[in-house]
């Protein structure tokens, strides 16, 4: 199994928490004073250098001035349509 972080659906979680910050217009310097975070730590979860659990998923998008339970709801559904894409995709090929 690959690891979470290389995969497309992390791939989602990152663009997503991109797109939350950047409709908020905020740096990515505003959303970690907000966080109490250095801004590295925005910077490397963005390009994947960092995981981010959920409680962090949570409070980026809220920092983000985004209802976290509406943002992860839309992140599932997001996720599992790519699984399936992906899923389609190996069923074509075996």
């Known amino acids: ?3 979470s972080t290389h995969t497309p659906e992390y791939a989602l979680v990152r663009a997503e928490l991109k797109a939350a910050r ?8 505003a ?5 109490g975070v250095p ?3 925005i910077a ?7 995981r981010i659990d ?11 001035g985004k209802v976290a339970p ?3 709801a839309a992140l599932g559904k997001g996720i599992i349509a790519v699984q399936v894409r992906r899923q389609g995709r190996r069923g074509r090929s075996a």
């Open 22 to 29: 950047e409709s908020a217009k905020l740096t990515q310097r």
């Open 39 to 41: 801004h590295s730590w």
């Open 44 to 50: 490397k979860v963005e390009a994947g250098e960092r």
């Open 70 to 72: 509406v943002g992860l």
């Open 1 to 3: 199994m690959e690891k």
């Open 54 to 64: 959920v409680v962090e998923l949570c409070r980026y998008l809220q920092a983000c």
């Open 31 to 35: 959303l970690a004073e907000r966080l």
